[in-house]
């Protein structure tokens, strides 16, 4: 892992193990976890929602 490429502006992780993107929002939430990426198919993603 490259800690100078593994992080956004805001210190948010981009990448949970590699190839599982992580994707933030503009509060610094997590939005969704690409878990197996495909190049051929629909990817597996995890989302998340925040009350509040």
Do not use: K
């Not at 949970?16 to 198919?41: F, K, P």
């Amino acid at each position: 892992m490259d800690f100078a490429t593994s992080f956004d502006a805001n210190g948010n992780l981009l990448q949970l193990v590699r190839g599982q993107t992580m994707s933030w929002d503009v509060r610094n939430q997590l939005q969704h976890i690409t878990t197996v990426q495909r190049e051929d198919g629909s990817n597996d993603d995890e989302r998340y929602v925040y009350d509040g």
